[in-house]
C-alpha cells in the first residue's frame, strides 16, 4: 500500500452493474475515502454482505470480501472478526436484508458489541426483486407488488438500533457524500458495534431523492452523543430526518475483548482433550 493511499486504490477491477444514479455508488465512494483517510491496508479489511443490489457491493473493492446469503450478514462478520481480530470488519446490505429477514440479528450484535461497522442501505425498497415494500417502506405505497397499497407501517431503523443500546448509530444521506464519509471515519474507528442507516435512493423502484432533500437535515449542534435519551428523542422525529452521529459510547469493551480475557482466564484445554471427556 502506498504511504497516502488514494480512494481509488481500494477500487477492484470489477465495474458496479448498479443502475445508473442509484444511491449505493456515493456509499462505495464514500467507504473508499473513508479508506484511505485511515490509511487502512487492503490485506487487513474484509467486506461481508447479505443479498440484494446493495449486498454486491463487495464485489467492487480490491479488499478481501464476502457475498454471503440473504439476512445473515451480522453473524457472518462476527465470525470473521472473532477470527481475525487484527482485521477491520465491515457488514454492508440493505432494508430487507438487515431489517426484515436479518432484523432477528441486530439485537444480538448490540449486546456483543462486536467490533464492526454495519452499512445499510436504506432505499425503502426490495431493489433486487423489482420494487416490493420492505420494512422502511411508507404506509400504503402502491407498487406491483402491492397494488392496494402497503398494509403495514414502517420501522424506525434508528428509534430500533437505540433501543437494542448499539454503541454507536448514525443516519446519512447517500446524496450529503462528505458528511456521509466523516461519518463512516468515526464509525470505522469506534471500537465496537456501529450501525450506519445511509438513505440511498433506488432510482429504478422508487426514487426518493426529492423527498430526501426536502426532509433531511443535519442534527442540531447542541446534540450531545453520549445522551441516549435525547437521540431517542430526535430519532423520533420522522417528519424531519436527522443526519449525523444520534449516540455514541466508546467505553464498552467489545466482545473480542471479553473473549480475550475468557481465554486468559480458562485452562488450556485442548479441543482433543474436550472431546476425550465426552466419550467418558
Ligand atoms: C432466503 C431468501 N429469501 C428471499 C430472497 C429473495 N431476495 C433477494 S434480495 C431480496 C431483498 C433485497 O432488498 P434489500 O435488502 O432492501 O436490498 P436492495 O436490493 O434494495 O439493495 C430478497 C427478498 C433470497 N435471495 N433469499
Ligand atoms: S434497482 Fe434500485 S437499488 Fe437496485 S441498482 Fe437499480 S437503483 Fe439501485
Ligand atoms: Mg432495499
Known amino acids: 500500500m502506498p504511504d497516502e493511499p488514494r480512494a481509488s486504490d481500494y477500487k477492484s477491477d470489477v465495474k458496479p452493474i448498479w443502475c445508473p444514479g442509484c444511491g449505493d455508488y456515493a456509499v462505495l465512494a464514500a467507504l473508499m475515502r473513508a479508506f484511505a483517510h485511515l490509511r487502512l491496508a487492503k490485506e487487513n479489511i474484509t467486506v461481508a454482505s447479505g443479498i440484494g443490489c446493495s449486498s454486491r457491493f463487495p464485489t467492487f473493492l480490491d479488499t478481501y470480501g464476502i457475498h ?4 445473515r450478514v451480522l453473524p ?12 477491520t470488519v465491515i457488514a454492508v446490505g440493505g432494508d430487507g436484508d438487515g431489517f426484515s429477514i436479518g432484523g432477528g440479528h441486530i439485537p444480538h450484535a448490540a449486546r456483543r458489541n462486536v467490533d464492526l461497522t454495519y452499512i445499510v442501505m436504506d432505499n425503502n425498497i426490495y431493489g433486487m426483486t423489482k420494487g416490493q415494500p420492505s420494512p422502511t417502506s411508507p404506509e400504503g405505497i402502491v407498487n406491483k407488488a402491492a397494488p392496494y397499497g402497503a398494509q403495514e407501517g414502517p420501522l424506525n431503523p434508528i428509534l430500533l438500533a437505540l433501543s437494542y443500546d448499539v454503541s454507536f448509530v448514525a443516519r446519512c444521506y447517500s446524496g450529503k457524500i462528505k458528511e456521509l464519509t466523516d461519518v463512516l471515519i468515526e464509525a470505522l474507528k469506534h471500537p465496537g458495534f456501529s450501525l450506519i442507516q445511509v438513505l440511498s435512493p433506488c432510482v ?29 428523542a430526535l430519532a423520533l422525529q420522522t ?13 464498552r469493551p467489545s466482545y473480542g475483548e471479553r473473549f480475550d480475557a475468557v481465554r486468559a482466564k480458562a485452562p488450556q484445554t485442548t479441543l482433543a482433550a474436550i472431546f476425550e471427556g465426552l466419550k467418558r
Open 68 to 71: 454471503g446469503i440473504h439476512g
Open 76 to 87: 457472518l462478520a462476527t465470525g470473521i472478526k472473532l477470527g481475525r481480530p487484527e482485521t
Open 204 to 232: 429504478t423502484y422508487y426514487n426518493t431523492y426529492d423527498h430526501y432533500r426536502e426532509i433531511t437535515q443535519p442534527l442540531p449542534s447542541s446534540h450531545d452523543p453520549t445522551d441516549r435519551l435525547a437521540a431517542i
Open 239 to 251: 417528519e424531519t430526518q436527522y443526519l449525523g452521529i444520534f449516540y455514541r459510547d466508546s467505553s
